[in-house]
Nanobody
Framework: QAQLAESGGGLVQAGESLRLSCVTR????????MAWYRQTPEKQRELVAR???????NYPDSLKGRFTISRDNAKNTVYLQMNSLKSEDTAVYYC?????????????WGKGTLVTVSS
């Protein structure tokens, strides 16, 4: 079973930055599109960034310009750089593989990493 280990979350003030990391044991990692998702108690899990196997990235319009996803295939790791954080970015962040429809590809999740943005 592949593992997903997210880290890098924490408590920051609005306007600050964080970089999240996700180390995986996804087989053939470099061939998989990867994504970051986030979830709060009030909302369903939502996709916040996607990176394909060739490095093409996609973001919801609301997050373009603030979030940047990247990957290091040699380290089986995907990153999420988050800048100009806002209180509404407070959530638990998860990584997973992602299908062409934007749905998580693996039937399980890591523990996630909590991001708390104070205003």
């Amino acid at each position: 079973q592949a593992q997903l280990a997210e880290s890098g979350g924490g408590l920051v003030q609005a306007g600050e930055s964080l970089r999240l990391s996700c180390v995986t044991r996804v087989p053939h990692f470099r061939l998989n599109a990867m994504a970051w998702y986030r979830q709060t108690p009030e909302k369903q899990r939502e996709l916040v960034a996607r990176i394909s196997s060739d490095g093409t990235t996609n973001y919801p319009d609301s997050l373009k310009g603030r979030f940047t996803i990247s990957r290091d295939n040699a380290k089986n790791t995907v990153y999420l750089q988050m800048n100009s954080l806002k209180s509404e970015d407070t959530a638990v962040y998860y990584c997973n593989t992602v299908t062409s429809h934007g749905l998580p590809g693996l039937p399980y999740w890591g523990k996630g990493t909590l991001v708390t943005v104070s205003s």
